[in-house]
């Protein structure tokens, strides 16, 4: 059949089962936006307020459920504006289409009005990146992007659409969504060689990453972590792979990870790292990193094998399909000793002291986690409170933590809620947490959660700093504060209650308690003023480039 490049548009994002698109409309979109007006049965359109709000929810859309998340933006400014989301989504794998228009073909390169050369712009933070330049490609152009994004590693795809492209006529012909397969191709000698290594091992073990959560399945590293009785510590952004108090886990792994965690890597005869790229918060002084194992790594970029911390064995592709090939080589083991070492290094982690009358970072969210429940999704910004969620929230499934972990994005976490909400529906439980330094960045979004009526409820750990740069300019500035004490007079619940969502101040446990129980009542979103000092601590940390010698616990 016959159609306009704005229909073929609305037919492949069909054919490619999207439902929900995020986006905000302009000049060089607007054949796009009317063809998705007229199928609005067929495709739910989400208005943000911005455009970096909508990358941040397709993107949140993506995490909560393993689905690509798409995003369309105006040319320009609007293109321009989605460049954080997706080198967000970029540094953490995250499957992503953003789609933004442009001028006609025949002004690129012109300096038109609204024009910007987001193809080479987004050249360095894509896996790869089009622009359509003929509406006979614009099909095959789309389908080509999904399928990058979910292919191997994943990661954000960016198509440029040219306004005369929409508006133009060519043969469409529908085709049915091609299935993803992620080849693992491995040598066999390989794999036997590392489970001989863990075999042999007496004080193997695990390093676990987000590569995980994208794998193929979490189950094969449940089951080797069962039959070899090894334990494991992960990164940031596997928070919520094994369920909280699980035995074999450690806890979090680097900076600001458990004692024992980084004790146990450092005291280790053998790492198995899966689905990990060492970064320089896990391994911060990577010549010292585990010192006396042998390294097995597995990841399904090759180009991460080796990059950041020299190997032993390596191991290319998907983790879920390696760890299922090593398994029936491995020995059933308990490592009772090593165990032991490390429950006795356990009584030396970190333990915050609790207060009746004054909000704790930790009690908050241990009352957080009692109200809401086991299922709930969890979402925060970039901070301290960030790193108090992933030390102290009682995860239970995988993909009930999203956070911005290697762009480290502040401002990204209420676009990211929104995009969960939506993916999850109104009855899943999301919960933003967030400080009030990140909370500024992107608040505007409030009037997009009104709008839905999405009943996300958003906790603000607010001690009017910003609180890990201040906490970095304690111990390695002499306490020279500069422009981390912004003197702000927000009040957060008059500004909810102007965007129409539900406010509530807290400055006591109790209080806290009290509002936490009626915000989960609440049909629409509502936000938890928390007053806490402003000489809160995120510990443990280690230095960047230290070890756990230089771990510091006050």
Known sequence: ????????????LIEQGVNTLFGYPGGSVLNLYDALYQNA???????????????????????ATGRTGVVLATSGPGATNLVTGIATAYMDSV?????????????????SFQEAYIEGITMPITKHNYTVRRVEDLADTMRAAFRIA?????????????????????????????????????????????????????RPIVVFGGGVRSAAGCQPLR?????????????????????????????????????????????????????????????LNPA??????????????????????????????DASYILQAILPFVEKTEHKLWMEQIRAWQKNDYKPVDSDTELRPHQLIEEICRQAGPDAVYVTDVGQHQMWAAQYLHHTHSRGFLTSGGLGTMGFGYGAAIGAQMALGRNARVIMLTGD???????????????YGLPIITVIFNNQVLGMVRQWQTAF????????????????????????????????????????ADALKQDGPSWIDCRIGKDEKVLPMIPGGGTVQDILME
Request: net charge negative; aromatic share 8%; proline share 5%.
């Open 1 to 12: 059949m016959r159609l306009n490049g704005s229909q073929i548009f609305v037919e492949v």
């Open 41 to 63: 049965d067929r495709i739910h359109t989400v208005l943000t307020a911005h455009e970096q709000g909508a990358a941040h929810a397709a993107d949140g859309y993506a995490r």
């Open 150 to 202: 979910q292919q191997g590693r994943k990661g954000p795809v960016l198509v440029d659409i040219p306004k005369d492209v929409t508006a133009a006529e060519c043969e469409y012909t529908r085709q049915p969504p091609e299935l993803i397969r992620t080849v693992t191709r491995y040598d066999l000698d390989d794999v036997k060689a590392a489970a001989a290594m863990i075999n042999a091992a007496a």
């Open 223 to 283: 089951d080797l972590l069962e039959k070899t009785g090894m334990p494991a510590t992960y990164t940031l952004m596997a928070a919520g792979v094994l369920g909280y108090g699980e035995p074999h886990s450690l806890g979090l792994l680097g900076m600001h990870g458990c004692y024992a965690a980084n004790k146990a890597v450092n005291e280790a005869d053998l790492l198995i790292a899966v689905g990990t790229r060492f970064s320089d918060r896990v391994a």
């Open 288 to 317: 010292k990193f585990a010192p006396h194992a042998k390294v097995i790594q597995i990841d399904i970029d090759p180009s991460e094998l080796g990059k950041n911390v020299a190997v032993d064995l390596s191991l290319a592709g």
């Open 95 to 111: 499957p992503l289409v953003a789609f933004t228009g442009n001028v006609p073909t025949t002004q690129l390169g012109r300096d």
């Open 477 to 516: 500035y002499g306490k020279r504060y500069a422009d981390t004490d912004p003197h702000r007079r927000t009040d957060f619940v008059k500004l909810a209650e102007g965007f129409g969502a539900k406010g509530y101040r807290a400055a006591t446990p109790e209080e806290f308690k009290a509002a936490f």
């Open 437 to 451: 330094g990140s909370f500024h960045m992107n608040l505007n979004e409030g009037c997009t959660a009104v709008s």
